[in-house]
């Protein structure tokens, strides 16, 4: 048996790689069902990261400290949303610019706390339970917010396709023309959907600065942000597919981690490029049967809605 | 009709006025609807109807005026307040959700919560009372636009409406689906429900409404008993001048077969688009083909093919004048003389931000010699694009103003005006009066007759029987992708255009049957 001693570890840290990106995905899901296109998500992660960071630092208290990054991070997605949604700005252009702001703000922010240290979150331990082998710390040795991202992308999915809420949101996602002639306030529901989008960004990226490597750094989503983006065309906007993406691009920065360490001989930059490459790759593939992705795209994605007679 | 509520109307207007930015939409507008009653709100385009049932509907709110509700004053916010009163909505252009169930749809348009499986079985228990047989599970996207205006009407039915207002619903249905609608709807008038229909089609109008209602420019002009009326003196009425029906023209002198379109298959690019199936078909100089069909059967593949937008897989497939063009893109297809007037003309047919001068330009470069060196001649432009604003009266302040200030039928008339002064061996003219008012559509008409007359060959694909029955010499059907042999037009009836043009999804009948047999024809 000694000799897979090595899979815990592996598997453990893959589900920390893995979780800012359930975070960001799911949340970007809900935002682009709604029709909206937010290419700001890296941008809303860094300023989360940093904040639930400064809170942590600063008091001590982590529940507090996500607190502080989901609504950093929604309040990074209003902006966004009076911009594209209110005065119609261009969402591509809007979301990019989201992004080189969260980066200069973030690091603003954080000067002061570069390289302090803090202890990472807690992680469960139910005696008896967490110590059985293998499967012991992986299902009951996991931190809070590791639990909570499986409930987020299982609330997601009963309320996208159980809950009449969901249902509209979905109608304003397939044709906001038709949902406002039916009298849905498509605008309000896009604000909601967007600023749901950004909490989960900013929980995503306190998840970083707070597990995954309990430090600040600039820039320290490290493109992540994109990553969780093109999960959602992977995922071709289904809540349980963003969850088995999340994990498989995790599971390929981890491997790529272990690799090195092994001394496997390839160079390292070419180890780090694996997660982005298989980015492409995946989205290559995907993009090669369109109608699987049209079926359950929201058609007016990216769109932006004139609420005119 | 009304039994209970005795001279009270279930609906009245007083003075509705809105005003939009330079335009008056409703200029103190009066109307009155009793119970049980069929009302027939007629107007050309732009005369203000669509703003009215929006006021009516709570999409828009009035800048002046009183809407009573059975004698009482109320006031309509939104759709959802409307929906309570008890009115319900029709839309022309459906506000359906394409990639959702039929049962979803319904729930959307309804106010609260509903229980899914509840709400399934009320749909097929209405929909089997009412004959509009709809499957809750399907999605919408897979259905016809007849199956789609049912699941319109189904989810107002469910809601017990007091008044229905239907906007244009039968400019997407074969003659048959809309006779089928008409029973529906006067069931509902027998049972008490007042219908607000609007319509421009007059001998509709005189079949089903007791009372109709006209408007013209925004203004109130008169309330009339339609079944008293001829459908010329309505149409007078609406326009306000007298009208003069498109003078034919004889079909015996017919030249050469100038496009022939042989064993044509293409498959649809775009999803739920329709494949063609072995289209054949040819027009002869001097002469007018009309396509009919319900629109999404084919029309929009067709119309690619035929203009190069989209490519043959055999070259002889279309052959221009003898020569295959079945693998030459549109502008090498312009340059051996086929025009083409799109269906959709801002975005297709012109570029709304554009001048006229270029969007005169832009069609007309290699037939007209407007380039010089490869530079823009900017002279012979601009006298290009005057001479059609002359030549085709279209109504502009200056050929220096884009062509999305224009209004539908300038600009359309415009467009064909390009086409024509090109001096096209083919036209291909798409739905060349949708949305046109009367007095464009007539010059429109005339155009393309004069046209053929002088040798071109000319196609029109078209949903409005009455026009294709007014201009073509022969006509033939598409359905589902595959087009019928083509008839002249005093060997065929509108009945049997409406029996083919029914394909498989005649309303009321099982999928399969008929279709078959019409295909035949």
């Given amino acids: 048996m000694a000799g897979f001693d090595w899979i815990v570890p592996v598997i453990l840290t893959m589900i920390t790689a893995a979780t800012p990106l359930v975070f960001a ?103 008896g339970l967490t110590d059985i082998p293998y499967i012991g710390p992986i299902i009951f040795g996991q931190d809070g917010l590791v639990y909570l991202s499986f409930a987020v992308v299982a609330a997601v999915s009963w309320f996208l396709y159980k809950t009449k ?145 | 009709m009304s039994e209970s509520s005795g001279d009270t109307p279930q609906l009245e207007l007083r003075g509705i006025t809105k005003e939009y930015p330079g335009c008056l939409a409703n200029d103190h507008i009066d109307l009155k609807i009793m119970p049980g009653e069929i009302h027939a709100l007629l107007g050309e385009n732009g005369a203000g109807k669509s703003t009215l049932v929006k006021i009516i509907y709570g999409v828009l709110e009035a800048d002046e005026g009183e809407i009573r509700w059975m004698g009482e004053p109320i006031e309509i916010n939104n759709p959802q307040m409307a929906r309570k009163t008890g009115i319900g909505m029709v839309f022309q252009h459906f506000s359906l959700f394409e990639a ?25 228990e209405i929909s089997n009372a009412y004959g509009l047989p709809l499957d809750p599970q399907r999605q919408v996207h897979t259905l016809s636009v007849g199956e789609k205006q049912r699941i319109e009407i189904v989810r107002c039915l469910l809601q ?65 008993d339609p079944t008293q009326e001829t459908a010329k003196s309505l149409a007078e009425m609406m326009i306000g001048t007298n009208l003069t029906p498109p003078e034919h023209h004889e079909g015996g002198d017919q030249g050469p077969v100038r496009l022939k379109v042989r064993n044509l298959s293409i498959d649809a690019e775009a999803e739920f688009g329709i494949d063609l199936i072995g289209i054949n078909f040819e027009v002869r100089g001097g002469e007018i083909l009309g396509i009919a069909g319900v629109a999404g059967n084919g029309q929009i593949e067709l119309l690619a093919a035929l203009s190069g937008e989209s490519l043959s897989r055999e070259t002889e497939a279309v052959r221009l004048d003898d020569k295959p063009i079945g693998r030459m893109g549109p502008n ?102 949708w949305g046109v008012d009367a007095g464009a559509a007539a010059a429109i008409h005339q155009t393309l007759i004069d046209l053929a007359d002088n040798g071109t060959a000319v196609l029109v694909v078209s949903q409005d029987l009455d026009e294709l029955f007014a201009i073509s010499n022969r006509i033939a059907v598409i359905s589902e992708g595959r087009l019928s042999t083509s008839r002249p037009i005093h060997e065929i009836s509108i009945e049997e255009i409406g029996l083919m043009m029914g394909g498989t999804h005649g309303m009321g009948e099982t999928d399969g049957d008929t279709g078959g047999a019409a295909h035949v024809a």
């Fill in chain 1, 25 to 127: 995905g799911i949340g970007e899901l809900i935002t682009e069902k709604s029709g909206v296109l937010n290419l700001g998500v890296e941008g809303m992660m860094l300023v989360g990261a940093v904040t639930g960071f400064i809170t942590a630092t600063v008091t001590g208290n982590y529940f507090l400290a996500v607190l502080a990054a989901a609504f950093a991070g929604s309040v990074m997605a209003f902006l966004f949303g009076v911009l594209t949604l209110s005065l119609m700005a261009n969402q591509v252009a809007t979301g990019l610019a989201l992004t080189l702001f969260g980066v200069g703000l973030s690091a603003l922010m954080g000067q002061e706390f570069v390289g302090m240290p803090v202890d990472p979150l807690d992680k469960l331990y139910i005696s």
């Fill in chain 1, 165 to 309: 809420a969901g249902l509209i949101l979905r109608a304003v996602g397939d044709s906001h023309d038709a949902a406002h002639s039916i009298g849905y306030s498509v605008i309000g529901i896009r604000y909601l959907a967007v600023m749901f989008g950004g909490a989960m960004s900013g929980i995503g990226g306190a998840y970083l600065s707070l597990a995954y490597t309990p430090m600040w750094a600039e820039n320290m989503t490290a493109g992540r942000g994109w990553i969780a983006l093109a999960l959602i065309v992977f995922a071709t906007w289904k809540p349980g597919l963003v969850l088995i993406g999340a994990y498989m691009f995790g599971g390929i920065t981890i491997l790529q981690l272990h690799a090195q360490a092994a001394g496997l001989d390839v160079p390292s930059q070419v180890l780090s490029m694996l997660p982005y490459v298989a980015t492409v790759l995946v989205l290559v593939l995907i993009s090669k049967d369109q109608s699987r992705i049209r079926k359950h795209a929201p058609a007016c994605i990216g769109k932006i809605f004139h609420p005119a007679a």
């Fill in chain 2, 160 to 224: 017990n409406p007091k008044l229905l207002i239907m906007d244009e619903p039968t400019s997407v249905l074969t003659p048959q689906e809309a006779e089928k609608m008409f029973e529906t709807l006067r069931r509902l008038s027998s049972e008490g429900v007042s219908i607000l229909y609007i319509s421009h089609k007059l001998d509709e109008i005189k079949a089903l409404c007791h009372k109709a209602t006209i408007l013209r420019g925004g203004k109130y002009i008169s309330e009339c």
């Fill in chain 2, 100 to 124: 959702m169930t039929v049962t979803e749809n319904i729930a959307l348009g309804m106010s609260g919560r509903q229980n899914m499986k509840e709400l399934e079985s009320r749909i097929v």
């Fill in chain 2, 332 to 433: 090498d297809r312009r340059n051996l003389g086929l025009a083409f007037v799109p269906e959709d003309r801002l975005g297709h047919g012109s570029v709304p931000e554009m001048k006229l001068t270029d969007n005169a330009f832009l069609s007309g470069f290699s037939r007209k010699q407007l380039l010089k060196g490869g530079f823009i001649n900017a002279g012979a432009t601009a006298d290009y694009a005057q001479e059609i604003v002359d030549k085709f009266d279209v109504r502009t302040p200056g050929i220096d103003h884009t062509a999305g200030s224009l209004s539908g039928g300038n600009l359309q008339k415009f467009i064909v005006g390009r086409e024509v002064l090109q001096e096209p061996e083919v036209i291909i003219v798409a739905h060349p009066t």
